[in-house]
């Protein structure tokens, strides 16, 4: 069993940062674990992807060059830093974890399969 607890989201003008965290208990050791967002009327999006025992990344279009994924294994816990914020990245982002390659394959065909969620946190860009 996997525990996931996001945190960091807020409010922020176009343009701006924020760095998401989510820590995670249990074992999680060779999972895959991601970023989805999912805003108002709009099914989950798959934003980034990461694979904790060889660092391989997955990342959305929309995010590319602007969102960084990563981790620290000391501290357990995963990272999502968002740079140039656009009102379009507005959403709830939810950080997830599964043991199977399927999930990873189909978080990049946009598909929310994985086993393990946190509960989300709200992140808010205005222009």
């Known amino acids: 069993q996997v525990q996931l607890v996001e945190s960091g989201g807020g409010s922020v003008q176009a343009g701006g940062s924020l760095r998401l965290s989510c820590a995670a208990s249990?074992?999680?050791?060779?999972?895959?674990m991601a970023w989805f967002r999912q805003a108002p009327g709009k099914e989950r999006e798959g934003v980034a992807a990461?694979?904790?025992?060889?660092?391989?990344?997955y990342y959305a279009d929309s995010v590319k060059g602007r969102f960084t994924i990563s981790q620290d294994n000391a501290k357990n816990t995963l990272y999502l830093q968002m740079n140039s914020l656009k009102s379009e990245d507005t959403a709830t982002y939810y950080c997830a974890a599964d043991p199977r390659f399927s999930a990873w394959l189909l978080v990049q065909k946009g598909q929310a399969d994985f086993a393990y969620w946190g509960q989300g946190t709200q992140v808010t860009v205005s222009s």
């Open positions: 249990g074992y999680y050791y060779k999972y895959y």
């Open positions: 990461i694979y904790t025992a060889g660092g391989g990344t």
